[in-house]
């Protein structure tokens, strides 16, 4: 195992300077505390690693953090009988990048119950060009299928599509059968989505959200990572009994609707968190995103949606995902990939 190793780490700099990441080495005994020690490979960003990282959200509970909320890699060394050196696994969510030293640093230590084995049939670049946002975007399908969504009910729409959670969305509806309508602020990427595997693309844009109560019911299942008037949007254009995954605040906070979705025509909105998820869903969902996305029809979409960046690309990144100009997924290669 190295001496020391590279890392971006976040500081807060205090007034006036503000929350800022850079650069720098550290040793293993410098990182927070876990009983697995990962030789880490890969991780991705998230729009929650660029709200963090930059101090642009109120993210991260403590300082220096080493940031990346997403890591995998193989097992260099572990104090739990579940995991052995050279066992390939990944870690999303829980505390990682936000209180615990995270993905983004040649090494990462961890508790043992936040780490999942990479799933036969995906590699640790696979699982983080998937990284939170597929993973988010798998657990949305999960439950909205639990909620009685099915092919047959009805056509599916996906809001920001070109988005990491879109994105995968998009493919992994596509993939099981379902006729997706993707919606995007972005013209110029609608040949995108399409290769994802979208029937149809609305333009942001173009779209007449209306003011009624109810509007015309059109969608038998939604995954929304855009949240503020697009989610109210939804509410009112569900079909009966519809269901609505939501999982993104990048339109907003706030939810102006009414009831009368919900009491007139069933309509379900499920909230979907991939940080606290409980392990047995958590696994569910990388083995499902693990069959779907091997099992596609379309040639390497995984690769469709994903651009590779090392360390020093982060701040550039970030600042594409702030100003919602990101399109599919930034995986970050760390220095000790092979």
């Excluded at 998820?277 to 779907?292: H, S």
Aim: charged share 20%; with cysteine; hydrophobic share 45%.
């Amino acid at each position: 195992m190295t001496s020391a190793f590279r890392a971006f780490r976040v500081f807060d700099n205090g007034q006036g300077g503000g929350v800022a990441g850079r650069i720098v080495s550290m040793s293993l005994n410098e990182l927070s505390d876990g009983a697995v020690v990962i030789h880490a490979a890969y991780s991705s960003v998230n729009y929650k690693d660029a709200l963090a990282c930059t101090g642009a959200g109120k993210i991260m509970r403590r300082f220096p953090l080493v940031g990346g909320i997403d890591v995998s890699g193989t097992v260099e060394s572990s104090a739990d009988g579940r995991f052995k050196p050279g066992d390939r696994v990944l870690v999303t969510g829980f505390d990682l990048g936000v209180a615990h030293d995270g993905g983004y640093a040649e090494y990462a230590r961890v508790p043992a119950d936040w780490v999942v084995r990479v799933p036969d049939g995906l590699t640790p670049a696979d699982v983080m060009a998937i990284g939170t946002a597929g993973f988010t975007a798998a657990l949305s399908v999960l439950q909205l299928e639990r909620h009685g969504l099915a092919p047959e009910a009805g056509p599916v729409i996906v809001t920001g599509a070109t988005g990491g959670v879109g994105s995968m969305a998009v493919q992994l509806l596509s993939t099981r059968g379902y006729r997706v309508t993707a919606l995007t602020g972005k013209d110029a990427e609608h040949e995108y989505v399409r290769s994802l595997g979208a029937a149809e693309v609305l333009a942001r844009g173009s779209v007449q959200m209306g003011t009624r109560p109810l509007e015309k019911a059109t969608w038998a299942g939604a995954v929304d990572a855009v949240g503020g008037d697009t989610l109210a949007w939804l509410t009112r254009t569900m079909m009966y009994g519809g269901a609505i995954a939501c999982s993104g605040l990048t339109g907003g906070t706030d939810l102006r609707t009414t009831v009368m979705p919900f009491i007139l025509r069933g309509v379900k909105l499920v909230g979907i968190d991939s940080v606290l998820c409980p392990m047995d869903v958590r696994l569910e969902a990388w083995r499902r995103l693990a069959r779907d996305v091997t099992s596609g029809a379309r040639p390497g979409p995984l690769a469709t949606m994903t651009r590779e960046i090392s360390l020093d690309e982060l701040p550039a990144a970030f600042q594409t995902l702030l100003s919602g100009g990101a399109r599919g997924r930034f995986l970050v290669k760390l220095p000790g990939s092979k």
